[in-house]
Nanobody, 116 residues
Framework: QVQLVESGGGLVQAGGSLRLSCAAS????????MGWFRQAPGKEREFVAA????????YYADSMEGRFTISRDNAKNTVYLQMNSLKPEDTAVYYC?????????WGQGTQVTVSS
């Protein structure tokens, strides 16, 4: 069974940092792009960041540029999201995904709450 399992979410004060991890099991995604979306209460799921299969390219939503950093370790089948200078509006459930040619896989999400 293929799974993407996020971890690292939690409660943090504004200005703080969190590092999310997304570990894949059941198959390797070393040749697939991976990334993160988030969904705040009452809002649509929105793109956060993505990274190419070898980590050579990364992409960010405008509001995260400069504060968030995506990375991956293909040996561990894991993608990370380092989030700095967090704001209350970053509060959301964060979902990782993987995009192999067979179709997108999603994780179950991890809650991030930023208090003011």
């Amino acid at each position: 069974q293929v799974q993407l399992v996020e971890s690292g979410g939690g409660l943090v004060q504004a200005g703080g940092s969190l590092r999310l991890s997304c570990a894949a099991s059941g198959r390797t995604f070393s040749s697939a792009a991976m990334g993160w979306f988030r969904q705040a209460p009452g809002k649509e799921r929105e793109f956060v960041a993505a990274i190419s299969w070898n980590g050579g390219s990364s992409y960010y939503a405008d509001s995260m540029e400069g504060r968030f950093t995506i990375s991956r370790d293909n040996a561990k089948n894991t993608v990370y999201l380092q989030m700095n200078s967090l704001k209350p509006e970053d509060t959301a459930v964060y979902y990782c995904y993987a995009d192999p040619t067979s179709g997108r896989y999603w994780g179950q999400g991890t809650q991030v709450t930023v208090s003011s």
